[in-house]
């Protein structure tokens, strides 16, 4: 059985056509169970991001399996298969799982450890497994891949430190507050970047959204769109005092919270802390008001040295990335190895139960002549001396280091002991709890 | 047993150092494992020692530190546990070894003066010290708070920043801190001066208990302590005294609290044996 991968990614194929393979869009669940009808696709995970669309198979024919992926993906998507071929990428085995760990640890996303990727790798997997799509090395290969994004997330800072602005302010927000639930929200300016903002922190969940703007309708139209409640401009100052994360954005050309007005906010018995997100060039917030005790001021040029700093230190974390899925791919390796020498070792064990155990009957006459306790013993002893042969064998067949000499190796002993259906046999009833019928 | 616990906090202060710096969580599961190993045999310390003297051992001052080490493991294992944030075990765990090198240096010999053997004393004792214990963890968590308020204050967010819990959480575990070592401090003085009255009617002669007033340093710094914590708990309502300010007065408030601990039990003559 061997590990099979084909596929497009942002790597190695341009957007229209990634757009045209996209499954993710369409029915997943019908489209991996087609898949799987095919003879030499036993087992079929589709992943599908905006990013890629992976095709992973278990087959026992990866040459046939290509053939057979390909056909269905123009079958399925429409497209001439001479659009594709080009552009595809394939791997087997080794690094096929190297693949999926790296892509699971986010090391292969268009933004380096985007925490995305790991949910739907997940949910690939699920839709695969919700329609008896996987069998036991599928299974064994996504869920060591969770492992591997799990362990690159809380072992590296992959990824940590937000790589875009809004995700910088939430992050800030949450390291000041802790949970964003119950924390109000002042927007200042209705504009098309305060807009975005005030979508964020809505999305994460903020309590209330309050919103003010020279032009009382746009700021209208803005709470409407996040669920919040517009105020006259007016009422600015006030609601300042009342906020605990303010983010400003207007096209004014002067400062329109001074120190003056915010240390009004915040004086008092005031406890909490006030988080002030500038968004507008030239600045909204005088740089004075940043010195005010409770106050956390950060602009537009802070929010981005923030995001440029983040990038940089993901790009130093990939070494240590790159590390973790290496030591999960020869783990998942030595795993497939003493998988693939169990048939045969079982295979070999029974037959040699089997001789034992006729030889024993054939003697039974013979031996009819000692008492039962005797017996016992010759039972024991033969039963002992085909254990000890066995025992350095099975041991030799586990160990053996890649899998291209376990492959040799097993068949080899199949021969020797004319095993090879039975071995072959036992395979299959290992897998089939798992496998679709 | 002594040296055994000592070198079992050491390790894991070790092991919580590189959980912090590299955030591996085995290293942390395996700093956590070793504080509970180290709690262990120090509560097996503490039994034997109990046993012994037939009661649990701080009438000497190398014993009391032992037990105040011991407690404060015992708190900062629920504080991790109960917050299930393992990031401050690097800043806790310097101030436990450092202490407990002075039991397993001079351990003392328990000599209880036979004045002190009264329930009141006891409750006294162990109310001050779990209350020191909660002080220690206020301390430590406001030492935090302003490490990261000056990071995000100063828009260079790096260390600490990634690796602290958030600022709010920060303050409330402090809060709670300090109220909980307010109320045994409280309780720990107002057993102290039922007792003294209650010793002065029995041994009317005793000079110690003669000089246990305002006047003997020990009492005296208690109760600028309490004042200390006592202010930090209004101030947070009425003045709006939380977050950088309250951080700042729980790690003086600990400072405070060492130097009654440490130095006046040791160097200056009091009416306390520690």
């Not at chain 1, 064994?140 to 891949?145: A, D, G, P």
């Not at chain 1, 910088?168 to 109000?184: N, Q, T, W, Y």
């Not at chain 1, 609601?239 to 120190?259: E, K, M, N, Q, W």
């Not at chain 2, 105040?68 to 708190?75: D, G, H, R, T, Y």
Request: hydrophobic fraction near 50%; aromatic fraction near 8%; glycine fraction near 8%.
């Amino acid at each position: 059985m061997h590990l099979f991968l084909l596929g497009v990614s942002h790597r190695t194929a341009p957007v229209e056509l990634r757009e045209r393979l996209d499954f993710s869009s369409r029915d997943l669940g019908t489209a991996v169970q087609a898949l799987a009808a095919h003879p030499a696709a036993t087992e079929a995970v589709l992943l599908s991001t905006c990013n890629r669309s992976e095709v992973y198979v278990a087959s026992d024919d990866p040459l046939q399996a290509r053939e057979e992926i390909v056909g269905f993906l123009a079958d399925y998507h429409g497209v001439p298969a001479d659009a594709f071929v080009p552009h595809l990428f394939e791997r087997s085995d080794g690094d096929a799982t190297r693949h999926l760990f790296r892509v699971a640890a986010g090391l292969d996303s268009l933004i380096v450890g985007e925490p995305q990727i790991l949910g739907q790798v997940k949910d690939a997997f699920q839709v695969a497994a919700d329609r008896q799509c996987v069998g036991p090395l599928l299974t064994r290969l996504f869920q060591s891949s969770f492992g591997v994004g799990k362990r690159v997330r809380t072992e590296t800072a992959l990824g940590e430190g937000a790589v875009s602005v809004g995700f910088a302010a939430v992050e800030l927000a949450r390291k000041i507050f802790g949970r964003l639930d119950g924390r109000s929200v002042l927007v200042v300016g209705a504009g098309e970047i305060t807009t975005l903002a005030a979508q964020h922190l809505h999305t994460h969940g903020v309590g209330e959204i309050v919103v003010t703007s020279r032009t009382g309708s746009s700021a209208e139209a803005l709470a409407a769109k996040v669920s919040g409640r517009a105020i006259g401009w007016d009422q600015l100052a006030s609601a300042v005092a009342g906020a605990d994360i303010v983010v400003s954005g207007t096209g004014a050309p002067r400062p329109i919270l001074t120190h003056a007005d915010v240390q009004a906010a915040v004086s008092g018995h005031r406890s909490r802390p006030l988080f002030i997100i500038d968004l507008a060039v030239p600045r909204d917030v005088e740089a004075s008001v940043g010195s005010l005790e409770q106050v956390f001021l950060y602009n537009v040029d802070d929010l981005q040295a923030l995001v440029h700093e983040n990038v940089s230190r993901r790009g130093a974390e990939i070494d240590r990335a790159e590390f973790i899925v290496g030591e999960e791919v020869t783990r998942f390796g030595s795993w497939r190895r003493s998988r693939g020498a169990v048939p045969t070792v079982v295979a070999l064990r029974r037959r040699f139960e089997a001789i034992r155990r006729s030889e024993f009957e054939r003697l039974g006459v013979k031996l009819s002549g000692l008492s039962p306790a005797d017996r016992e013993r010759v039972d024991e002893v033969t039963r002992l001396i085909v254990e000890k042969l066995l025992v350095e064998p099975t041991e030799q067949l586990k160990a053996l280091p890649d899998e291209e000499t376990q492959a040799a190796y097993t068949e080899a002993v199949n021969r020797l002991f004319g095993l090879r259906d039975e071995a072959s046999e036992i395979d299959r009833s290992i897998d089939r709890p798992l496998r679709r019928s | 047993v002594n040296l055994l616990t000592l070198a079992l906090y050491a390790a894991a202060g070790v092991a919580y150092a590189i959980h912090f710096a590299r955030r591996s969580p085995t290293v942390g599961r395996a700093a956590t494992t070793l504080l509970l190993l180290g709690a262990l045999t120090h509560t097996f310390a503490i039994g034997m020692q109990t046993m012994e003297v037939r009661h649990v051992p701080f009438a000497n001052p190398s014993r009391a530190v032992s037990t105040f080490v011991w407690l404060l493991a015992l708190s900062y294992l629920y504080l991790e546990i109960a917050a299930d944030e393992r990031a401050m075990g690097v800043f806790i765990l310097p101030v436990m070894v450092g202490l407990q090198v002075i039991p397993a240096a001079y351990p003392g010999v328990e000599n209880a003066d036979p004045v002190l053997d009264s329930p009141w004393f006891w409750v006294h004792v162990s109310s001050l010290l779990f209350a020191y214990a909660s002080f220690a963890l206020a301390g430590v968590l406001g030492v935090t708070y302003m490490l990261q308020f000056k990071e995000i204050k100063k828009k260079h967010l790096g260390f600490f920043y990634t690796r602290l819990p958030s600022l709010s959480i920060l303050d409330s575990m402090n809060l709670r801190a300090v109220v909980i070592g307010w109320a045994f401090l409280t309780v720990g003085v107002v057993v102290g001066l039922i007792w003294t009255a209650q010793a002065r009617q029995v041994a009317p002669g005793d000079p110690n208990l003669q000089a246990m007033w305002v006047g003997d340093p020990k009492v005296f710094i208690a109760l600028v302590t309490w004042a200390i914590y006592s202010f930090a708990l209004v101030s947070r309502p009425t003045l709006g005294w939380s977050g950088r300010r309250a951080a700042w007065l729980s790690a003086l408030g600990f400072v405070v609290v060492m130097l009654n601990f440490l130095p006046v039990s040791y160097f200056v003559e009091t009416s306390h044996t520690f």
